[in-house]
C-alpha cells in the first residue's frame, strides 16, 4: 500500500481508531457508521469522514465504514506488524508502572529494558524487563531500539537524552519535567502529568463545564 501523507492532527487520532477497530472487529462487526465511531471515540462525526477520507475509506450512505479495511490500513500504517521496541530510563515509581503495564496488549511496542543507577535495582527483572547499570548503556543498547521513555528525576534528563542519542534512539517520551533540547532529526513528545493536573484543576474552576 502505497504510503499517503496524513495529517499530523489526524495522525494523533490514528491510534484511538485503531484501538476501537479493534475491538469492533473482534467482537464480528463488519461494518461501522461515523456516528457510531463518533460516540465512542468523542471525535465529531464530520472530523472522523475528513480524517476517514484521508485514509482512502469512503463510507456509504446507510453502509458506514468496512471494518476489515479500516483495520488493514491502520495496521500498516501504524506500522503494527512490526514491534517497535523500547528502553525505558529510571526504574522509580512511575517507571516501574510502565515496566509492569508494558504496552504490548495495546500497540506493537515493547520495553525491552530499563536502566537505572540504583544497585539495588539493577540486575533484577520488572515484569519480565531486564533492569542495567546506566554504565552499561552504550554496551547493552542496541540498533534495534529506537524509542526511549524517560522517567528520572528532571536534573539528569538532559545528559541521559545525550547519551541515548549517541546509541541511535529516534524518539523520546519525556515524563521529567525538564525541558530537554534535542537536534532536528530526533522526535520529542513531552508529557508533564504535574501540568497536565494542574491545568485540568485550572479549567475546572475557571471554564465550568455546566
Ligand atoms: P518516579 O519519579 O518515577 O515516581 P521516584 O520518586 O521513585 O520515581 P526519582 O527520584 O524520581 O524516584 O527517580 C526515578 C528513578 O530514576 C529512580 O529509580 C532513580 O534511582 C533513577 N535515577 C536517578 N538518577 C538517575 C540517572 N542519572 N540515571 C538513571 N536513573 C536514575
Same mark, same amino acid.
Do not use: C, W
Given at each position: 500500500?502505497?504510503?499517503?501523507?496524513?495529517?499530523?492532527?489526524?495522525?494523533?487520532?490514528?491510534?484511538? $481508531?485503531?484501538?476501537?477497530?479493534? *475491538?469492533?472487529h473482534s467482537s464480528g462487526k463488519q461494518? %461501522?457508521?461515523?456516528?457510531?465511531?463518533?460516540?465512542? %471515540?468523542?471525535?465529531?462525526?464530520?472530523?472522523?469522514?475528513?480524517?476517514?477520507?484521508? /485514509?482512502?475509506?469512503?463510507?456509504?450512505?446507510?453502509?458506514? $465504514?468496512?471494518?476489515?479495511?479500516?483495520?488493514?490500513? =491502520?495496521?500498516?500504517?501504524?506500522?503494527?506488524?512490526?514491534?517497535?521496541?523500547?528502553?525505558?530510563?529510571?526504574?522509580?515509581?512511575?517507571?516501574?508502572?510502565?515496566? *509492569? $503495564?508494558?504496552?504490548?496488549?495495546?500497540? *506493537?511496542?515493547?520495553?525491552?529494558?530499563?536502566?537505572?543507577?540504583?544497585?539495588?535495582? %539493577?540486575?533484577?527483572?520488572?515484569?519480565?524487563?531486564?533492569? $542495567?547499570?546506566?554504565?552499561?548503556? !552504550? !554496551?547493552?543498547?542496541?540498533? +534495534?531500539?529506537?524509542?526511549?521513555?524517560?522517567?528520572?528525576?528532571?536534573?539528569?534528563?538532559?545528559?541521559?537524552?545525550?547519551?541515548?542519542?549517541?546509541?541511535?534512539?529516534?524518539?523520546?517520551?519525556? =515524563?521529567?519535567?525538564?525541558?530537554? *533540547?534535542?537536534? +532536528?532529526?530526533?522526535?520529542?513528545?513531552?508529557?508533564?502529568?504535574?501540568?497536565?493536573?494542574?491545568?485540568?484543576?485550572? /479549567?475546572?474552576?475557571?471554564?465550568?463545564?455546566?
Amino acid at each position: 500500500m502505497e504510503q499517503l501523507k496524513i495529517p499530523q492532527a489526524t495522525a494523533k487520532r490514528l491510534p484511538l $481508531y485503531y484501538r476501537f477497530l479493534k *475491538n469492533l472487529h473482534s467482537s464480528g462487526k463488519q461494518r %461501522v457508521s461515523s456516528a457510531e465511531l463518533s460516540e465512542a %471515540v468523542k471525535v465529531d462525526s464530520a472530523t472522523i469522514r475528513r480524517d476517514f477520507s484521508y /485514509f482512502g475509506a469512503l463510507g456509504k450512505k446507510g453502509y458506514g $465504514y468496512n471494518v476489515n479495511y479500516l483495520l488493514s490500513f =491502520f495496521r500498516k500504517t501504524l506500522d503494527q506488524d512490526e514491534v517497535t521496541k523500547v528502553a525505558l530510563i529510571g526504574v522509580g515509581n512511575l517507571g516501574t508502572a510502565f515496566l *509492569n $503495564y508494558n504496552f504490548i496488549k495495546n500497540n *506493537n511496542t515493547k520495553i525491552e529494558m530499563g536502566f537505572d543507577v540504583d544497585e539495588d535495582k %539493577v540486575g533484577k527483572q520488572v515484569g519480565d524487563v531486564p533492569i $542495567y547499570h546506566m554504565d552499561q548503556l !552504550e !554496551e547493552v543498547l542496541k540498533g +534495534d531500539i529506537t524509542v526511549a521513555i524517560l522517567t528520572v528525576p528532571a536534573t539528569a534528563a538532559q545528559q541521559i537524552t545525550d547519551r541515548l542519542i549517541k546509541r541511535g534512539i529516534k524518539g523520546i517520551l519525556n =515524563f521529567t519535567p525538564a525541558r530537554i *533540547n534535542v537536534p +532536528d532529526k530526533v522526535r520529542l513528545h513531552h508529557i508533564d502529568l504535574a501540568v497536565e493536573l494542574q491545568s485540568l484543576v485550572y /479549567f475546572l474552576k475557571n471554564y465550568p463545564t455546566e
